[in-house]
């Protein structure tokens, strides 16, 4: 196989599948950048994955870490999340026996983690990924980022209808 179609979350396991039941492999990953699918690409992949051959396929037992490059919801600015996901999951073999697709062996033997491992990503992907706890966001007014700079901006009239909300600011 070339190096051009090496992709790192596709293994050849199909010398595993030939193995005695309780034969295991340890599988590392490292790569500065990985596309995991099409909507997702991490930086600083790493993990590492044990496959134990049983007698329903490969169960496998791993960790992997990844960064994903997001955007502040308060201040827009990028910054990288960090990924954690553990895999426990039993690989079926042959396929036609597996619950998921995505937990199932092919008969060519490679083992693509990729729809797996998309899935675990993403469920660790904040809902409101901050670039910090104390992040001040941008300013309503000017929009500066106020994490960098600090606004001066003369007191807004404020509609006497609504001054009342003013109090519910000074009780906080």
Known sequence: ???????????????????????????????????????????????????TRTAQGLYGQGHFEAQLPLECVRCLEPFPVALHVKVDDL???????????????????????NGLLREYLLLDVPIQPLCRPDCLGLCPLCGANRNRETCHHP????????????????ES
């Open 91 to 113: 690989f079926v073999y042959p396929a036609l026996g597996a619950p998921d697709p995505l937990l199932a062996i092919p008969e060519t033997g490679i083992l693509d983690l």
């Open 155 to 170: 007191d807004i009239e404020i509609d006497p209808r609504l001054e009342v909300l003013r109090t519910l600011l000074s």
């Open 1 to 51: 196989m070339s190096q051009k179609n090496h992709h790192p979350l596709r293994l050849n396991v199909g010398f595993l599948l030939h193995q005695s039941v309780g034969y295991s492999r340890e599988f590392e990953f490292s790569a500065h950048r990985v596309q995991v699918a099409e909507d997702l690409d991490v930086i600083r992949f790493q993990g590492a994955l044990r496959l």
